[in-house]
């Protein structure tokens, strides 16, 4: 696709501030979207998801939202800490029988 | 801590060579995956399979095969390994009816 190649874009933030990271997906009929945090040299770690009847979901310093109209999903994490340093990727799946599919990730870079 | 499991974490081998890379994972997850991802760069996602027996194509599966003969493994087997191969292979399990991936540890492959 056109991505391969590209690197991914990155979003520093001072440490304290709130972060926003967020995709666009592709499939309007995905049940589930989920987040998943990459750090260095280890595999990409769930950290929240959201089915598609909800617009909002909450987890400990983590909101998702959904919004259906413009294919669009974001990750705010309050109080940004510099553990938080990471690739964060947005994906999407069905219930049934369809893969898991990973968006394009950003790197959020926390300053000290 | 979960339990998939890569083998090897590191391999380099010549080109023209077959490889196998193993996955296992001993959760009873049906739905497994197999992605390349270049350092700092996207998921892509190679192969998949819905439980014993079943296999499915993802966007990179034409210089790669797989099996799925029993449950907990799931090995990717590259014919004939080419430098364009380089990459890092990641092996993820989910457990019905949940959305969360466990990854394992990935292998780094080096074709030289």
């Known amino acids: 696709g056109e991505s391969v190649g590209l690197h991914l874009p990155t979003l520093s933030v001072q440490e304290g501030d709130n972060s926003i990271i967020n995709c666009a997906y592709s499939?309007?009929?995905?049940?589930?979207f989920i987040w998943y945090k990459q750090e260095s040299g280890k595999g990409p770690q769930f950290i929240i998801d959201?089915?598609?009847?909800?617009d909002k979901r909450q987890g400990q310093r983590v909101t998702v939202l959904l919004n259906k109209t413009v294919k669009h999903l974001s990750l705010q994490i309050a109080a940004t800490q510099p553990g938080d340093s990471a690739v964060y990727f947005c994906?999407?799946?069905?219930?049934?029988?369809?893969?898991?599919?990973f968006g394009k990730g950003t790197r959020l870079s926390v300053i000290a | 801590e979960a339990d998939i499991y890569q083998t090897p974490r590191y391999l380099v081998i010549g080109t023209g060579k077959k490889i196998t890379l193993e996955c296992s994972q001993t959760?009873?997850?049906?739905?497994m995956y197999w992605y390349q991802q270049d350092p700092g760069m996207e998921l892509h996602l190679i192969h998949y399979?819905?439980?014993?027996?079943?296999?499915e194509k993802g966007d990179l599966s034409s210089e790669s095969t797989v099996s799925r003969i029993r449950t907990e493994h799931f090995p990717l087997t590259l014919e004939s390994a080419r430098p364009s191969h380089t990459s890092q292979y990641l092996c993820?399990?989910?457990?019905?009816?949940?959305?969360?991936?466990?990854f394992g540890q990935g292998t780094r492959l080096t074709v030289v």
């Open positions: 959201i089915r598609s009847n909800m």
């Open positions: 959760m009873g997850h049906d739905k």
């Open positions: 993820a399990s989910i457990g019905f009816p949940a959305t969360e991936a466990f």
């Open positions: 399979s819905y439980g014993v027996n079943s296999t």
């Open positions: 499939n309007s009929a995905s049940d589930y």
């Open positions: 994906a999407e799946m069905n219930s049934g029988n369809t893969p898991l599919v």
